[in-house]
């Protein structure tokens, strides 16, 4: 297969913006842009066109997917009711990188949601991605545009990277502001449960509701959420996280850089800018943006993914510290690693 690449640029938006509506609504798979991470965009009630996304990612099947719409108005089509705590968390976060879990109305075919009685919705924030899902005028399953354990796409090319020739469509829209995928909100119970940190706080939740939220642990068995059991967001190249004080951080990371590369380890190095004239010449360094955990949340996977382009043996990596945004880039980061260093 073909995979177009199509350019949002100028003269080009409105016309791509046609044809990859064009081809979600006949069933076909395009990738488009979010604010926090690509999607590989299938039609939600075409069983041919959901198959496929698992297919294509290498997707275990019991792991559900999001529903993509276009406006808070558009999720009648998806549940029967909705507990008042959507409409707070609705008004304040969408469109936004929050997907909020609630009870799918029978309408909504079994394959959607992996069997569940559930069903994850979000409205995301890009304009390219909302004149989409607007195109196409029918809810959108969407999971980050990887095959499946790769660390999600943040651009067009790493979209390319993993599934040319595999889809319909790539949607070109810029990089992701965000970077890390979106927070998952379990609302169905009497207590907000936090099932995937994101770009939505736990405390931006909790302030919204005027409740407290929990926030799920990691299980190995049966877990909320089918996601949570699986190896993720892993570069090729083994991972090692380094928490602590920054300046002890970098310290460590730069004598453990030094001791591997006398090894004859291949070395890359992830941190903020500022550390990177520490390190010896021949570790590759990445900058993970000036300093916290915003940019590091920006640039964690397009940090993997040049890195395993370099062909590193060994990714050190810098750790943050689990406030606000910071929670989702340890989540990611904790799941890649392969060994934590506390400094
Ligand atoms: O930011 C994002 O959410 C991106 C963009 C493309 O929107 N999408 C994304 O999708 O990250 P995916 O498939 O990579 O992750 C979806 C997560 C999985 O952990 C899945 O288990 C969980 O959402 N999920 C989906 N439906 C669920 C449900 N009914 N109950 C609990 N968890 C659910
Ligand atoms: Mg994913």
Request: a positive charge.
């Amino acid at each position: 297969m073909k995979t177009l690449f199509l350019s949002t640029r100028g003269a080009h938006r409105a016309r791509s913006i046609a044809s990859a509506a064009r081809i979600l609504r006949r069933g076909g798979l395009v990738a488009f842009p979010t604010e926090t991470v690509y999607g590989l965009g299938g039609h939600a009630f075409n069983a041919r066109a959901v198959r496929k996304i698992f297919r294509v990612k290498g997707r275990p099947q019991d792991n559900p997917l999001i529903v993509h719409i276009a406006s808070v108005q558009q999720i009648w089509q998806l549940v029967d009711s909705l507990p008042v705590m959507f409409w707070a968390l609705a008004e304040k976060f969408m469109p936004g990188p929050l997907t909020i879990v609630v009870r799918k109305s029978r309408r909504v075919p079994a394959f959607v949601t992996a069997g569940l009685e559930t069903i994850a919705v979000r409205i995301p924030d890009h304009p390219v991605a909302r004149a989409l899902l607007k195109a196409t005028a029918a809810p959108i399953v969407a999971p980050s545009a990887n095959i499946s354990g790769r660390p999600s796409p943040t651009t067009a090319s790493h979209v390319r990277e993993d599934l040319d020739g595999r889809i319909d469509a790539i949607l070109d829209g810029g990089s992701s502001r965000v970077g890390l995928e979106s927070t998952v909100v379990d609302i169905t119970g009497r207590v907000p449960i936090i099932l995937r940190p994101g770009g939505v706080t736990g405390e931006q939740i909790q302030k919204a509701l005027g409740v407290r939220v929990r926030l799920a642990r990691p299980v190995k068995h049966r877990p909320k959420s089918p996601g949570m059991k699986y190896k993720h967001y892993a570069p090729r190249a083994e991972v090692v996280v380094f928490e602590g004080k920054r300046s002890s951080v970098w310290r460590t990371m730069v004598h453990a850089a030094a001791r591997l590369q006398r090894r004859g380890v291949r070395v890359g190095a992830m941190a903020e800018d500022q550390a990177g004239a520490k390190f010896s010449e021949g570790v590759l360094f990445f900058s993970l943006g000036e300093t916290g955990a915003r940019g590091a949340a920006r640039l964690l996977f397009r940090g993997f993914r040049s890195l395993d382009a370099q062909n590193v043996d060994m990714i050190l990596c810098q750790g943050f510290s689990d406030e606000e945004i910071g929670a989702a880039v340890m989540n990611r980061l904790r799941k890649a690693a392969t060994r934590r260093v506390r400094v």
